[in-house]
């Protein structure tokens, strides 16, 4: 195949209240209504309904005011949505402070104010859009807590200084966890008089989550930082726990000693600064800067000897890495124990990052990634790690300053071999209950801290889905949160939900100046087709538990990305090659203000967006109708429960797969592309080893999915299927054959393209008599006016209407056909015009062009 993508634009917008039946409603797919024998059951890990069909979720999300649409929008929203495809729809920020209508108050938001009712005009609303959805067949996933902050008139003391979303303390303060339970009732035993049915009971509900983006390991670095209240209560948990294991200060601190190894020689380089800022580099990005500056340590409590650098004259842009203190070309190795330590302190109350990675791309985590609170006050600051995935004289030593101002001073630095051994302050002791609470780290007190946090997050989980399942009845599957919260440790804290969720962006926006700022922002503007480190779709997998249905219930290429209409080609297909049960684009829409527009208005905006939504009826006939035959071979990584709080406290993250090397097996992101990949937790504390077995030979006719990165300029991400071709990147002028789909064009700079070719009746494309070519290279708003890194573009969302460029090509495919027809598509999908095309020995060929100023083509074949 080789494609181009073409600069002629052309104005696309998609009605936002389209229902009418053309070529690409895909509607039958999902059965309506939603009746009993529709209910989502989870049968062998997977999602089925009461007929014992395969329910497989194209879902999108509908956030905070966009919950509570007008009575007169909703039957249209609905409508929409059922001829896309989407058979879900995930209700998110209904609880948010900032939310017109909220749950809590039809208007004005609940900010300060008391959280303890539902407000009836809200509930009427969303009672109306559910029963449509219930008509339209498409399920609901019910978010719980998502961004409800806890007020000090609902109760709680010191509310401005904990997360105004109300996470982190939502997991152990037991008022909340009680204000919790309690908006679970008023919201799913309530009454929907248009159902006639509470929401316990109702199959619309397909699932249910208990919080959101939400976890005590992810967070375990700031929890001293509480006010009094909440600190006294994680403090009191983490003796309680030590009591319970230890019973006295003495067997602890044997235990805690057990594994320390005398400290060897500081491997840094002018670690006490007597030769200034030498060996010590300040990384700065964007417009972000500092002065760094070595000063004689003035004589003060607690103060170390010797010499401080300090960072001062901060110029922040609140995106951490932005701005960093490192030392690179250090020397460590695999699996040896290592301390780092240092004396800090700022002149306000702020918190520094630190770890340990590579000093290149991919720039990875090697063993340590912490942070630390500092004070007007100096501190003495250990952490102990295991070293993996190191490369000899490529490690870095880091210090992150980037989202938070306040003059930094750092001394007496040091990283050595061994460490770990454990000194108790004055009045800590285990039967005063005093023992102070610690950092995650790699030591047998980091471990207990993980182990007792971890426990912290199953008790809540656990004790919220018995009272959703069993106090109040529901009938849904429950989740927590996203696994990917808490590394390893999220991960089996899902395992016992009933199914398992993520979350992933591919180039989030960050904001130099003011958070959320729509209008100064900066994006990475990149495809991720070129990305060797397999994207986001290996960081995905890597989180699925084998056994539990998996989703992925937020996912976006956010705009102004160049290159977003990648997004839906690759997710749906990984997605299906993988086996998954659902994804849930991010969002449908944001508030109840502007359904119809004819401009793409914000970063996450689906509804708007010709280059992501033109996808989803081909995404929909491709994961819906199970075409995609799942990848023949299968990793899962065994990890022993008794290891879990271990690799929490290596702060394995994201790479807690890299310990699969302990029974010598390296797993690298094309293996998670390739394979189906899982995780299973297992009895005993042994190695953690990966299991390859479920291998099986491709059957004839079987899906083949590639991903060739070895050369970005030509980088190509192919699906084929009996019924479904996807072809996403820069192909170039290399032919390629993907199984009876040819495609041949004169590329054109960037020369990228987003194709699929799709059988619209469920038939093997070449028997098919129905299908939907898509053809997208770009989509956005016109009068962008990009910076020269093209990481930013003012008027990205002020002007309509939305201009697409599609692509240049001759396109071929063999079909059993007499004849057909090929018609270039207007916005609902209705046939605009006639393109001419050849059948000839087999075989249908035509060209499509800008000037069809189509991104649809319908094929019919007379056979």
């Given at each position: 195949?080789?494609?181009?993508?073409?600069?002629?634009?052309?104005?696309?917008?998609?009605?936002?209240?389209?229902?009418?039946?053309?070529?690409?409603?895909?509607?039958?797919?999902?059965?309506?209504?939603?009746?009993?024998?529709?209910?989502?059951?989870?049968?062998?890990?997977?999602?089925?309904?009461?007929?014992?069909?395969?329910?497989?979720?194209?879902?999108?999300?509908?956030?905070?005011?966009?919950?509570?649409?007008?009575?007169?929008?909703?039957?249209?929203?609905?409508?929409?949505?059922?001829?896309?495809?989407?058979?879900?729809?995930?209700?998110?920020?209904?609880?948010?402070?900032?939310?017109?209508?909220?749950?809590?108050?039809?208007?004005?938001?609940?900010?300060?104010?008391?959280?303890?009712?539902?407000?009836?005009?809200?509930?009427?609303?969303?009672?109306?859009?559910?029963?449509?959805?219930?008509?339209?067949?498409?399920?609901?996933?019910?978010?719980?807590?998502?961004?409800?902050?806890?007020?000090?008139?609902?109760?709680?003391?010191?509310?401005?200084?904990?997360?105004?979303?109300?996470?982190?303390?939502?997991?152990?303060?037991?008022?909340?966890?009680?204000?919790?339970?309690?908006?679970?009732?008023?919201?799913?035993?309530?009454?929907?008089?248009?159902?006639?049915?509470?929401?316990?009971?109702?199959?619309?509900?397909?699932?249910?989550?208990?919080?959101?983006?939400?976890?005590?390991?992810?967070?375990?670095?700031?929890?001293?930082?509480?006010?009094?209240?909440?600190?006294?209560?994680?403090?009191?948990?983490?003796?309680?726990?030590?009591?319970?294991?230890?019973?006295?200060?003495?067997?602890?601190?044997?235990?805690?000693?057990?594994?320390?190894?005398?400290?060897?020689?500081?491997?840094?380089?002018?670690?006490?600064?007597?030769?200034?800022?030498?060996?010590?580099?300040?990384?700065?990005?964007?417009?972000?800067?500092?002065?760094?500056?070595?000063?004689?340590?003035?004589?003060?409590?607690?103060?170390?000897?010797?010499?401080?650098?300090?960072?001062?004259?901060?110029?922040?842009?609140?995106?951490?890495?932005?701005?960093?203190?490192?030392?690179?070309?250090?020397?460590?190795?695999?699996?040896?124990?290592?301390?780092?330590?240092?004396?800090?302190?700022?002149?306000?109350?702020?918190?520094?990052?630190?770890?340990?990675?590579?000093?290149?791309?991919?720039?990875?985590?090697?063993?340590?990634?912490?942070?630390?609170?500092?004070?007007?006050?100096?501190?003495?600051?250990?952490?102990?790690?295991?070293?993996?995935?190191?490369?000899?004289?490529?490690?870095?030593?880091?210090?992150?300053?980037?989202?938070?101002?306040?003059?930094?001073?750092?001394?007496?630095?040091?990283?050595?071999?061994?460490?770990?051994?454990?000194?108790?302050?004055?009045?800590?002791?285990?039967?005063?209950?005093?023992?102070?609470?610690?950092?995650?780290?790699?030591?047998?007190?980091?471990?207990?801290?993980?182990?007792?946090?971890?426990?912290?997050?199953?008790?809540?989980?656990?004790?919220?889905?018995?009272?959703?399942?069993?106090?109040?009845?529901?009938?849904?599957?429950?989740?927590?949160?996203?696994?990917?919260?808490?590394?390893?440790?999220?991960?089996?804290?899902?395992?016992?939900?009933?199914?398992?969720?993520?979350?992933?962006?591919?180039?989030?926006?960050?904001?130099?100046?003011?958070?959320?700022?729509?209008?100064?922002?900066?994006?990475?503007?990149?495809?991720?087709?070129?990305?060797?480190?397999?994207?986001?779709?290996?960081?995905?997998?890597?989180?699925?538990?084998?056994?539990?249905?998996?989703?992925?219930?937020?996912?976006?290429?956010?705009?102004?990305?160049?290159?977003?209409?990648?997004?839906?080609?690759?997710?749906?297909?990984?997605?299906?090659?993988?086996?998954?049960?659902?994804?849930?684009?991010?969002?449908?829409?944001?508030?109840?203000?502007?359904?119809?527009?004819?401009?793409?208005?914000?970063?996450?905006?689906?509804?708007?967006?010709?280059?992501?939504?033109?996808?989803?009826?081909?995404?929909?006939?491709?994961?819906?109708?199970?075409?995609?035959?799942?990848?023949?071979?299968?990793?899962?990584?065994?990890?022993?429960?008794?290891?879990?709080?271990?690799?929490?406290?290596?702060?394995?993250?994201?790479?807690?797969?890299?310990?699969?090397?302990?029974?010598?097996?390296?797993?690298?992101?094309?293996?998670?592309?390739?394979?189906?990949?899982?995780?299973?937790?297992?009895?005993?504390?042994?190695?953690?080893?990966?299991?390859?077995?479920?291998?099986?030979?491709?059957?004839?006719?079987?899906?083949?999915?590639?991903?060739?990165?070895?050369?970005?300029?030509?980088?190509?991400?192919?699906?084929?299927?009996?019924?479904?071709?996807?072809?996403?990147?820069?192909?170039?002028?290399?032919?390629?054959?993907?199984?009876?789909?040819?495609?041949?064009?004169?590329?054109?700079?960037?020369?990228?393209?987003?194709?699929?070719?799709?059988?619209?009746?469920?038939?093997?494309?070449?028997?098919?008599?129905?299908?939907?070519?898509?053809?997208v290279d770009k989509v956005e708003n016109p009068g962008l006016e990009w910076n020269a890194e093209r990481t930013f573009a003012r008027n990205s969302w002020s002007t309509g209407p939305t201009m697409a460029q599609t692509v240049r090509a001759n396109v071929g495919f063999s079909t059993t056909g007499k004849s057909a027809d090929v018609y270039a598509l207007g916005p609902r999908g209705e046939r605009a015009a006639t393109v001419p095309s050849t059948l000839s020995d087999g075989g249908l060929t035509f060209a499509i062009a800008p000037e069809h100023r189509a991104l649809w083509y319908e094929i019919v074949v007379h056979h």
């Amino acid at each position: 195949m080789a494609a181009s993508g073409s600069p002629e634009r052309f104005p696309f917008v998609l009605p936002w209240d389209d229902a009418s039946k053309t070529a690409v409603d895909v509607s039958a797919l999902n059965p309506a209504p939603l009746d009993e024998s529709r209910r989502v059951v989870i049968k062998e890990g997977h999602f089925l309904d009461g007929t014992g069909r395969r329910v497989r979720f194209v879902g999108t999300n509908l956030a905070a005011g966009a919950c509570f649409p007008r009575k007169e929008d909703a039957p249209r929203i609905a409508a929409r949505m059922h001829k896309f495809g989407f058979n879900c729809v995930r209700l998110h920020h209904m609880d948010a402070t900032w939310a017109e209508p909220n749950m809590f108050y039809f208007s004005g938001g609940s900010y300060g104010k008391k959280t303890d009712r539902l407000d009836p005009q809200s509930l009427d609303r969303l009672d109306y859009l559910i029963y449509q959805f219930k008509l339209h067949g498409i399920y609901v996933d019910m978010n719980l807590h998502v961004s409800r902050g806890f007020t000090q008139a609902d109760g709680f003391p010191d509310t401005d200084k904990i997360d105004d979303m109300g996470k982190v303390v939502g997991y152990f303060e037991p008022g909340m966890i009680e204000r919790q339970k309690l908006y679970a009732k008023q919201l799913l035993t309530h009454y929907n008089p248009y159902t006639r049915s509470r929401y316990v009971d109702e199959p619309t509900v397909a699932l249910i989550e208990i919080t959101n983006e939400d976890s005590l390991l992810a967070s375990a670095d700031s929890l001293p930082a509480l006010p009094e209240h909440y600190r006294s209560i994680i403090a009191s948990g983490w003796n309680r726990h030590l009591k319970s294991r230890y019973g006295s200060t003495a067997k602890l601190l044997a235990a805690w000693n057990a594994e320390a190894r005398p400290l060897g020689e500081s491997m840094l380089r002018n670690p006490r600064l007597e030769n200034g800022t030498a060996d010590w580099t300040l990384e700065q990005h964007e417009q972000t800067g500092a002065q760094m500056t070595v000063e004689a340590i003035s004589q003060e409590a607690s103060a170390p000897p010797g010499r401080a650098l300090r960072l001062t004259n901060l110029r922040l842009d609140g995106t951490d890495w932005h701005l960093q203190l490192h030392q690179a070309g250090l020397d460590l190795k695999d699996g040896q124990l290592y301390t780092v330590s240092f004396a800090a302190r700022s002149d306000v109350s702020r918190s520094v990052g630190i770890g340990v990675m590579l000093d290149h791309d991919p720039w990875r985590n090697v063993g340590m990634d912490a942070r630390v609170g500092l004070e007007p006050r100096w501190q003495r600051c250990s952490y102990s790690f295991i070293a993996r995935d190191t490369i000899p004289n490529h490690i870095r030593l880091s210090f992150v300053f980037g989202n938070q101002m306040g003059d930094v001073l750092l001394a007496d630095l040091s990283l050595r071999t061994g460490g770990g051994a454990v000194e108790l302050t004055a009045g800590e002791s285990l039967e005063a209950g005093t023992i102070a609470v610690p950092p995650i780290s790699a030591s047998p007190r980091g471990r207990d801290y993980a182990e007792c946090l971890m426990r912290v997050e199953r008790d809540f989980a656990q004790g919220m889905h018995e009272y959703i399942t069993g106090t109040l009845g529901a009938r849904a599957p429950v989740a927590c949160t996203q696994a990917s919260y808490g590394g390893i440790g999220g991960v089996w804290r899902e395992s016992h939900m009933d199914w398992v969720d993520m979350h992933a962006y591919w180039q989030h926006p960050w904001f130099p100046n003011r958070p959320w700022d729509s209008n100064d922002y900066r994006i990475g503007n990149t495809p991720m087709v070129r990305d060797a480190g397999g994207g986001t779709l290996a960081g995905l997998a890597m989180h699925r538990v084998a056994g539990k249905p998996f989703t992925v219930s937020e996912y976006d290429h956010p705009a102004p990305n160049e290159y977003a209409a990648e997004m839906v080609p690759m997710i749906f297909a990984y997605a299906a090659w993988q086996d998954w049960d659902g994804v849930f684009l991010f969002a449908y829409q944001g508030d109840d203000e502007g359904w119809d527009r004819d401009r793409i208005d914000g970063f996450f905006d689906q509804s708007a967006h010709p280059g992501k939504l033109a996808f989803v009826p081909s995404a929909a006939e491709m994961f819906l109708r199970g075409c995609v035959t799942p990848a023949p071979e299968q990793q899962t990584l065994l990890v022993p429960e008794q290891r879990v709080a271990d690799l929490v406290s290596q702060r394995t993250d994201y790479t807690f797969w890299s310990a699969a090397a302990e029974s010598g097996r390296q797993v690298s992101p094309q293996d998670m592309i390739q394979r189906r990949t899982a995780v299973r937790f297992v009895q005993g504390s042994g190695p953690v080893r990966v299991d390859g077995g479920g291998a099986r030979a491709a059957a004839s006719g079987a899906s083949r999915l590639q991903w060739e990165t070895t050369k970005p300029e030509t980088a190509l991400f192919t699906l084929t299927s009996p019924c479904a071709r996807v072809v996403v990147g820069f192909p170039g002028e290399r032919p390629a054959d993907l199984n009876g789909w040819q495609e041949a064009a004169k590329p054109s700079p960037p020369n990228f393209v987003s194709l699929t070719l799709c059988s619209m009746d469920g038939q093997p494309m070449a028997e098919s008599k129905s299908l939907l070519l898509t053809a997208v290279d770009k989509v956005e708003n016109p009068g962008l006016e990009w910076n020269a890194e093209r990481t930013f573009a003012r008027n990205s969302w002020s002007t309509g209407p939305t201009m697409a460029q599609t692509v240049r090509a001759n396109v071929g495919f063999s079909t059993t056909g007499k004849s057909a027809d090929v018609y270039a598509l207007g916005p609902r999908g209705e046939r605009a015009a006639t393109v001419p095309s050849t059948l000839s020995d087999g075989g249908l060929t035509f060209a499509i062009a800008p000037e069809h100023r189509a991104l649809w083509y319908e094929i019919v074949v007379h056979h």
